[in-house]
């Protein structure tokens, strides 16, 4: 992520994209690639929020969740663990699938929103 960075909630992520759409969008002198990487930013963290459902029962390798406020694809589900991989670090945790609570360090926590 580029431009839409820490963004933790649906209305914060629409909030800080019409501030950059304002700044960005070619049709009021924007550059025309920013404005494309932001639409597809906001596209894929929309996603996000969009299946969020705030439990993890039925989450599936692939999926994309936050970890923090960062990004994370999962890569492995098992009975109570969710391994997940950070898209921007590449670091690795394991999260206990019904608490969302990192099972190393307990200020990591993993959501759908």
Partial sequence: MQYLTDIKTEKQLKAVYRT?????HPDIGGNMLIMQTINSEYNFLNEIFRTKNGNLSNIKEGDNVIVNGS??????VM????KVRSIVSGREAYFNKKTGNCISNS???ISRD
């Fill in 20 to 24: 950059l759409a304002r700044k960005n």
């Fill in 107 to 109: 200020k990591f926590q």
């Fill in 71 to 76: 990004v994370s694809e999962v890569i492995k």
């Fill in 79 to 82: 009975n109570t663990i969710i």
